[in-house]
C-alpha cells in the first residue's frame, strides 16, 4: 500500500513554491531598484546617450543643491524613473506639454511626496534645463526641496524639441 505522506509532502511543496511566487508578483514598488547618480562621461554627447543627458540633469542639479547647504539628491529609483521615461515618451509622441497627477507615483512608488519638472526646447542642453527650472519658482521649490532623495528624469526628442521630465520623490 502507498503511503500517502510523499504526495502530501509534495503538494505542500507546490503550494510553497506557488505562495512564494504571488508574495514576489505582488511585492510592494518599495522594493525598487536604486542605483546611484553617476559621474557625468564627458566623452558621451548627451543628445545622442539621452541616459547621459539625463544624469548631467541630476549632476547639474545637484551643484544647485550644494550651493543651497542641501543634501544632493543620491540615488535614481527605476519605479520613480520608470514614470518620467513614460511621461516624457508620451510628451515627445503627442506634442502636449502638460503635468499630470503625482497621485499614482505616489502610491505605486510607496512615496510620501513627489514633484515633478518639465521642460522643452530645440537647443535644450541639461544645463539650460536646470538654469530654466531654477528661474521658475513654482520647479526650484521642487528641485531645492530638501526631502528630495529620489530620482526619475526621463529625456525624449520629438519634433524638433527635446522633452525632459523630473520627478523627485521621498521614501521616508
Not at 510553497?16 to 536604486?34: D, E, M, N, R
Not at 520613480?80 to 507615483?105: M, Y
Not at 511626496?113 to 526650484?140: F, Y
Amino acid at each position: 500500500m502507498p503511503r500517502p505522506l510523499p504526495r502530501v509532502a509534495t503538494l505542500l511543496a507546490t503550494l510553497a513554491v506557488l505562495l512564494a511566487g504571488l508574495l514576489t508578483a505582488t511585492t510592494a514598488p518599495a522594493s525598487a531598484k536604486i542605483w546611484k547618480v553617476p559621474a557625468p562621461n564627458v566623452s558621451l554627447d548627451p543628445l545622442t546617450h539621452l541616459t547621459e543627458f539625463e544624469n548631467r540633469i541630476v549632476v547639474q542639479i545637484n551643484k544647485r543643491r550644494k550651493k543651497a547647504d542641501l543634501k544632493p539628491v543620491r540615488y535614481f529609483d527605476s519605479c520613480v524613473d520608470g514614470f518620467s521615461e513614460r511621461w516624457a515618451r508620451h510628451l515627445a509622441e503627442t506634442g502636449e506639454f502638460v503635468h499630470r497627477s503625482q497621485r499614482k507615483i505616489l502610491r505605486r512608488c510607496d512615496l510620501t511626496w513627489v514633484g515633478e519638472t518639465l521642460v522643452r526646447g530645440s537647443l535644450l542642453t541639461p544645463a539650460s534645463a536646470v538654469k530654466a527650472w531654477m528661474h521658475s519658482p513654482e520647479h526650484r521649490a521642487v528641485i531645492m526641496k530638501p526631502r528630495a532623495n529620489r530620482a526619475g528624469v526621463g529625456v525624449r526628442l520629438g519634433g524638433g524639441q527635446v522633452y525632459a521630465v523630473l520627478n523627485f520623490g521621498d521614501i521616508n
